[in-house]
């Protein structure tokens, strides 16, 4: 038999997930950052009713349009709502939506994505006709046609929501997978003659996950501000129950009796939004395998 | 010697898939048209031949990884194009493929374990882990490869490691056939004796067959029994490698014997040099295909495409002028004087 | 010995952070002489397409900078010329050409003003003048009818024919040095010879000195009179293809040419180097094939050799086989 005890000095020093991660966090101060925004509005959603100081729908003719002060620490609204109580309920759908829909509609749009582009054949042909017409439409105006045919509530929102994501999923799932599908490691797997299934879920969907993964972070930020239009326009959280949009909406109209639910539901989502973006970049750099050595 | 393979009457045509077309229908390429032949159980074939000739479309023909147009595969006596996918899959334990690319084959999210261990696990050869892990560190040691490193990933070595990885994979069934193609041309000139010599050994070991798809014939002097060349999907020459090396009969092999350069300072004054490009596969020239090039071309081969005959004992060649005394290409003279 | 065309002295590139840079060329001196074929081996890591490029200066900066040395074509040092100097003496003292036909030429401009365009930078023709001698250079690389050819687009072309494009353009204002790439490598073996012959017929023409950079032992030993081989970032062996080739002196060229399989040899099984080619800059200290020599001694693993003379027109750089030479 062969005998070849040679050198491997090649072997360039591995590093596991777990330091890729670190080192991810520890070279960029914005993602700390990042993680504390939302980690801390994730608290917020969930632990609203211990920490909101009132009832967000109680009304009160005593304190209306009131500046900040210690009892309402960011004022009250027209009604007399306390304007920080009403945010901390709101995060929940916000947050709810923001990060629900995008993770529906990766699974379906990569499901359709993959399958059309693995496959290809009529299939393909009619998920790509499907995801041009949708994409013909901006996502808020797509939004507002489904939503308009569906109605409003909460498991319609969060459908409506993941209709409008699932043609960008299904498109970058497709694209990433016709060009995996073209490595000589697909065609290896075939010739030792794994099943097509096992081929697609160890071979091809590990590989186009990246920007799978990166599009589901940037979304989220999307899905928060589609909800805060969709709640803006009156077709996403029904008044009086807050959502960050609706509390926007509302403020619009009393923006000169009291701007401060415009100023903290604004400064909210773009808080938010910009956290999962910043997340979204590292994420991007980390599931590249290239990258981080 | 017993006949392992048989490939009759082989055809890939590219581009006649149906569908709608907007504009002229494409002409289908034939990029394999046409291919007989056979390996014996234990024997290294090599193809060689300029790229477009249908050398590595033949090789995955041969193991189905794409479907022929035209033709069959017998393999061990059982026709490989007439079986199901089922059939087909299990059959894959006695065919194997070693690949060009060191880089594209491995996966690159999975471990060199997971790489080796899929045909293994494929087939239910290993249960535990604990089996699995030391078949692995099993065929590593057969590639000379340190088992330690299974746990690491393709990225973390070098093109030949890589192939010594992509060759652990194919031999962990115990095949009898493995399809290489081109395995050493990616690689650097010190590391390509080293995999040569190991696709040896492993078959001195093994006693399996090699379909040895290359374009350097340096390389298939010393790794073939017997050596087919390829010219626009069309088998022009083939015979016994020392046929082929010595007495070449077709005067496209006599070019590519002479056009290859060689480490030798002596060996520059002589070089037959065919003139013009390889033709387009879509736009195979009539009659003898090689006629555009051939500096021997006369009518008859405009006209007629010469058939394979047999020139000396098991050398066949396609060419009307082919004979057991060979002819003489002209040379070209050196262009200057060293 | 008159003075050589080019000279280069003691170059080194580094790559990466000042910090810890990788040097990929390690104090390469070697020089060409007018009109000679000169062939730069080694293989991936080596640092010859380096070494080219920095002739040039075409090294991109970041990450990389050339440290040390000096290059001088023809007395005059080009690494001291003010950058803005620099594409005068590209295209019309030194031509490139590149081991990838396709991706060097312009996908959407014709050859033809492709050619013509090389020669408005660099010489003075009127319309005529230089229509002319596009004709002329491209008739001078074998293309059929050149005149017919002139609109063409690269696309239009083979492989090959791009190659001889590209050649065309590098030729055409007569450059005194050449700089060929790999320029063979991405082509199929018939068209190889034909390339190969083609630059040995311009060089016999034109007489323009030719720095070859191949991973081919068999290419170089075609076309060039004297070679280096590069290991690592380093020479280490230096001289004329005749001497070279018969009797190689460092231990990795030889072992590079017992381990390339030849046409008219049956031995079964071929020399093997063992091991891997060492990424670029990855020894720092002491000889960069230690690891996988055969002759190796201590001193080898604590110090770089330096280059032993074996003969007036041969060098090379290994303890064991210089030492045993003076």
């Known amino acids: 038999m062969t005998s070849l005890d040679q050198p491997v000095e090649a072997v360039r020093p591995t590093r596991t997930l777990l330091e890729n991660v670190t080192a991810t966090f520890i070279g960029r101060p914005s993602m700390i950052f990042a993680a504390v925004v939302i980690l801390t509005f994730i608290a917020i959603a969930l632990f609203a009713p211990l920490l909101a100081p009132y009832d967000p729908l109680a009304q009160s003719y005593l304190v209306i349009n009131a500046y900040p002060s210690a009892e309402h620490w960011l004022g009250t609204d027209q009604f007399g709502r306390d304007v920080l109580s009403r945010l901390i309920y709101g995060s929940r759908n916000s947050m709810i939506f923001g990060i629900t829909a995008p993770i529906i509609a990766a699974l379906v749009g990569t499901t359709l994505g ?145 701007p401060w639910p415009i100023i903290g539901a604004g400064f909210a989502i773009t808080l938010v939004v910009l956290s999962f973006n910043m997340i979204g970049d590292a994420v991007r750099d980390l599931l590249d395998p290239e990258i981080g050595q | 010697m017993t006949e392992l393979l048989r490939a009759d009457n082989l055809v890939k045509a590219f581009g006649s898939e149906g569908g709608f077309h907007i504009g002229a229908r494409k002409q289908p390429v034939r990029a ?44 061990g006596g059982v026709d490989v194009t007439q079986m199901s996918a089922a059939e087909l899959r299990a059959a894959r334990r ?62 973390q070595f070098s093109g030949g490691q890589r192939q010594r990885i992509g060759i652990a994979r194919a031999i962990a069934l115990n095949p009898d056939f493995i399809v290489a193609d081109e395995p050493v041309s990616a690689l650097d000139v010190s590391v390509q004796a080293q995999i040569v010599n190991l696709l040896q050994d492993l078959q001195e070991a093994k006693g399996f067959s090699y379909f040895f798809i290359a374009h350097d014939l340096a390389v298939v002097r010393h790794i073939a029994d ?34 290859a350069p060689e480490p030798d300072v002596k060996k520059r004054t002589k070089r037959i040099i065919l003139s013009g490009d390889v033709p387009s596969p879509s736009n195979v020239p009539p009659g003898c295909s090689f006629h555009t090039r051939c500096p021997l071309a006369q009518e008859q081969c405009r006209q007629v495409r010469p058939e394979l005959r047999e020139v000396a004992p098991g050398q066949t060649a396609a060419c009307h002028f082919a004979e057991p005394n060979p002819i003489k290409l002209p040379v070209s003279a050196p262009a200057y004087a060293s | 010995m008159t003075r050589p065309l080019l000279k280069i002295s003691d170059v080194s590139v580094e790559f990466g952070p000042k910090a810890n840079a990788i040097r990929v060329v390690d104090s390469v001196s070697f020089s060409i002489g007018a009109g000679e074929a000169v062939g730069l081996v080694g293989e991936s890591g080596s640092g010859k397409s380096i070494t080219s490029l920095s002739i040039l200066r075409l090294i991109p900066d970041p990450p990389g900078r050339i440290v040390s040395g000096s290059i001088e074509f023809e007395g005059q040092d080009l690494l001291k010329l003010p950058a803005n100097r620099m594409p005068e003496i590209r295209g019309r003292d030194i ?52 005149a017919a050819r002139l609109g063409a687009f690269p696309h239009e072309f083979s492989g090959g024919m791009r190659q001889r494009v590209m050649i065309a353009m590098a030729v055409a204002c007569n450059p005194k040095l050449l700089i060929a790439d790999e320029p063979t490598t991405a082509l ?36 060039c009179e004297r070679v280096v081989v590069m290991y690592s970032g380093r020479i280490v062996e230096e001289g004329s293809v005749e001497s070279i080739f018969s009797k190689p002196e460092h231990p990795y060229t030889r072992g590079l040419l017992q381990s390339i399989p030849r046409l008219d040899d049956d031995r079964k099984r071929l020399y093997q180097i063992a091991g891997t080619v060492p990424m670029a800059g990855s020894v720092k200290k002491g000889c960069p094939f230690y690891a996988r020599c055969d002759l190796r001694v201590d001193k080898c693993a604590a110090e770089m050799p330096p280059m032993f003379e074996f003969s007036k027109q041969h060098k090379a750089a290994c303890w064991v086989t210089g030492e045993a030479e003076q």
């Open chain 3, 188 to 223: 199929d073996v018939t068209i190889q010879a034909q390339v190969l012959e083609l630059m040995k017929s311009i060089r016999a023409s034109v007489n323009t000195a030719i720095l070859l950079i191949s991973h081919d032992l068999g290419v170089i030993a075609d076309l």
């Open chain 3, 95 to 146: 031509a490139m050409i590149f081991q990838e036909p396709m991706s060097s030429l312009n996908p959407v401009m014709t050859i033809g003003d492709q050619i013509a365009e090389a020669l408005m930078l660099h010489q003075d023709l009127d319309r005529d003048a230089r229509w002319q001698r596009v004709i002329e250079v491209l008739s001078l690389v074998g293309m059929p009818d050149p």
């Open chain 1, 114 to 258: 993959v399958v059309a582009g693995y496959f290809g054949g009529i299939f393909d042909r009619l998920v790509t006709r499907m995801i041009d017409l949708l994409l013909a439409f901006p996502d808020l105006l797509l939004a507002i046609i489904i939503s308009a045919a569906l109605g409003g509530g909460f498991w319609n929102i969060l459908a409506v929501l993941s209709i409008a994501f699932v043609p960008g999923f299904a498109r970058v799932a497709r694209a990433s997978t016709l060009a995996v599908k073209q490595e000589p490691y697909v065609e290896a797997s075939v010739a030792v003659g794994l099943r097509t299934p096992l081929i697609i879920l160890r071979h091809v969907v590990p590989n186009i996950a990246a920007p799978v993964v990166v599009l589901m972070t940037l979304w989220v930020a999307s899905a928060i501000r589609l909800e805060a239009a969709l709640s803006f326009l009156g077709l996403g959280t029904r008044p009086p129950y807050p959502s960050w949009g609706n509390i926007i909406r509302d403020g619009l109209n009393n923006i000169f009796g009291s």
């Open chain 2, 226 to 259: 017997r050596v087919m060349v390829m010219y626009l999907g069309r088998i022009v020459e083939i015979g016994p490698k020392r046929s082929i090396y010595t007495a070449p009969q077709h005067p496209y092999t006599q070019a590519l014997l002479s056009a």
């Open chain 2, 32 to 75: 394999v048209n046409g291919v007989s032949f056979s390996v014996t159980t234990g024997e290294t074939l090599a193809v060689v031949g300029e790229s477009g000739c249908g050398k590595s479309t033949l090789g995955r023909l041969l193991l189905r990884l794409i479907e022929p147009t035209e033709g069959q595969v017998h393999i």
């Open chain 2, 94 to 155: 006695q065919m194997q493929m070693v690949f060009q690319d060191p880089y594209g084959s491995l996966s690159p999210r999975r471990t060199v374990a997971e790489i080796i261990a899929e045909p293994l696990e494929v087939f239910g050869i290993v249960k535990t882990r604990q089996e699995r892990r030391e078949r692995v560190a099993e065929l590593l040691e057969q590639v000379g490869l340190p088992p330690t490193l299974m746990d690491r990933h393709p990225r």
